[in-house]
């Protein structure tokens, strides 16, 4: 008979801090109202709402930005490692980070709205798919906001991205954070002893959303929408 692990999951107060600093530092960092605002009054063409959500995506990447400064530990790692991690993360960061918006309803109507100009906003239909069942797929697990702050620190702290030349010490860090992640979901989801693989095959799903974010780039330029020297600069879009 196979004995169910009651092993008994403990967050010692080293985790509890940095479960508190991380999400203080996720909730800190939200894109600023007059950004949100405007999505919610611009008018509704497909170029208004491309250029919105141009306006949005480089406002994510500051806030991305500022998050992973918050991260704790990141800034002990090597210059070059910060950059080569956030630049290999920042389309999947994005991605999650709209998952979650995007599968809590919002009293203003931003969710809809927000949903209803990226149906619009000239991406094609082979890209919208996938990313909508990633969505559905992130709604259906009702993430904590810690688990959310967890998930993608976890995220940016992959340790195989091209150009890392420390690999141990960005494991290690990860390490860290899957090991608090892990003990969260057993103790915040005891029903569901599966929920902390689930999580993290999300983040399998969320590299596929990756190589099809690049095609989804072109696809655009090619009816010359133009891209923020910012997105430019961290998804290396001439
Ligand atoms: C990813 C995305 C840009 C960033 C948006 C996301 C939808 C929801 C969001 C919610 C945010 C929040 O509330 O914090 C931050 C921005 C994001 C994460 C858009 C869906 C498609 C779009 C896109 O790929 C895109 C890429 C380049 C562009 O120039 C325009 C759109």
Redesign the pocket.
């Known amino acids: 008979t196979t004995k169910l692990s009651k092993e008994k999951v403990e967050i010692t107060k080293e985790q509890r801090a940095l479960i508190k600093a991380i999400l203080d530092a996720y909730n800190r960092h939200?894109?600023p109202q007059d950004v949100?605002k405007k999505l919610l009054q611009e008018q509704y063409s497909a170029e208004e709402n491309?250029l919105l959500?141009?306006e949005?995506?480089t406002s994510?990447v500051q806030v991305l930005v500022e998050f992973t400064k918050n991260i704790p530990g990141f800034l002990s790692l090597d210059r070059e490692d910060q950059i080569a991690l956030l630049k290999g993360s920042a389309v999947e960061a994005?991605?999650l980070?709209?998952a979650q918006?995007?599968s809590e309803k919002k009293p203003s109507g931003y969710t809809e709205v927000?949903e209803e100009r990226?149906r619009k906003s000239g991406m094609s239909e082979e890209f919208m798919t996938p990313m909508f069942n990633f969505y559905k797929s992130i709604g259906e697990l009702h993430m904590t906001q810690e688990e959310q702050a967890l998930l993608t620190t976890i995220t940016i702290l992959t340790p195989d991205r091209p150009y890392v030349k420390s690999h141990e010490a960005v494991e290690r860090l990860q390490e860290t954070m899957l090991d608090v992640l892990r003990k969260l979901c057993v103790l915040q989801h005891p029903q569901e002893p599966q929920y902390f693989a689930r999580l993290l095959g999300r983040l399998t799903e969320l590299r596929t959303l990756h190589h099809y974010?690049v095609e989804?780039?072109t696809s655009w330029k090619t009816n010359d929408h133009k891209?923020t020297p910012l997105?430019c600069e961290i998804w290396d879009v001439q």
Request: glycine fraction near 0%.
């Open positions: 939200q894109i949100t491309f959500l141009t949005v995506a994510q994005m991605f980070r709209s918006v995007l927000l990226i974010h989804m780039l891209f997105l």
